[in-house]
C-alpha cells in the first residue's frame, strides 16, 4: 500500500524529541509499504526553519526508506498567539496542493491532530485522491480550549471548531486516539 501521513510536527530521528510516526512508517516500509510523512520544515521546538534552504518550498528527504516531505510554513517566534494559527493554516493550506500535485496515489492518509486543520487537509486529500482517511487524535480541539484556555462552550472559536472536530470524526474511516478515555469524549 502506498501510506501518506500528515503531521505538521513530526520529528525526524536525528532530532530530538519522540519518533512515533517515523518508527511507525519505518515497520510500514519494513512490511513492503511505501510510506511519506508531510511534515513541516519549521522545527515548532527550535522555532527555526531546519529543513529548507533558500526559497525552497518543500524538500524531500528519504531516511531509512520513509520519505519525508518537508514544506515551508510560517515562521512563529512567541507563544501561542495568532501566529502560529497562521503556522498552523500554513502547513494544512500548503500540503493540499502539494499532495494534489504529486502523481501517486495513496491508498491512506492518516491525518495526525496536534491541530484540526491538519485533519482537514487530510480529509480532503484523501476525498480527491479517492484514499481512506484514518484520523488520528492527538489532541481534543476544542476542548483543550474550554478546559485549559478558558474559553466558554458559547464562543464562536468554540463552536467553529468543534463543528470542523465533528466533521472529522463522521467522515474518518478510522480513528486513532491516544490520550485515555478520549474515545468517550468522541462517542460522546
Not at 53 to 58: A, D, F, H, L, N
Not at 64 to 74: A, K
Not at 93 to 99: A, K
Request: charge should be positive.
Amino acid at each position: 500500500m502506498n501510506i501518506w501521513i500528515l503531521n505538521h510536527y513530526v520529528n525526524a530521528p536525528d532530532t530530538p524529541g519522540g519518533t512515533r510516526h517515523f518508527d511507525f512508517a519505518r515497520e510500514l516500509v519494513k512490511q513492503g509499504h511505501r510510506v511519506s510523512i508531510f511534515a513541516s520544515g519549521f522545527s515548532h521546538r527550535t522555532r527555526k526553519e531546519e529543513r529548507l534552504e533558500g526559497k525552497q518550498s518543500y524538500r524531500r528527504q528519504n531516511i531509512d526508506g520513509v520519505e519525508f516531505i518537508w514544506l515551508r510554513t510560517s515562521p512563529y517566534y512567541g507563544g501561542n498567539d495568532w501566529r502560529r494559527v497562521v503556522n498552523m493554516l500554513s502547513y494544512s493550506l500548503r500540503v493540499i496542493p502539494l499532495g494534489l500535485k504529486l502523481k501517486q496515489k495513496p491508498d491512506v492518509i492518516l491525518a495526525s491532530s496536534p491541530h484540526p486543520f491538519a485533519g482537514l487537509a487530510g480529509w480532503l486529500l484523501a476525498k480527491l485522491k479517492r484514499a481512506r482517511f484514518v484520523f488520528e487524535v492527538r489532541d481534543l480541539w476544542p476542548q483543550t480550549f474550554v478546559e485549559i484556555g478558558g474559553y466558554s462552550n458559547k464562543s464562536l472559536m468554540v463552536k467553529l471548531v468543534r463543528g470542523l472536530e465533528k466533521f472529522l470524526y463522521h467522515r474518518a474511516r478510522k480513528i486513532v486516539v491516544l490520550l485515555p478515555k478520549a474515545s468517550e469524549y468522541i462517542t460522546r
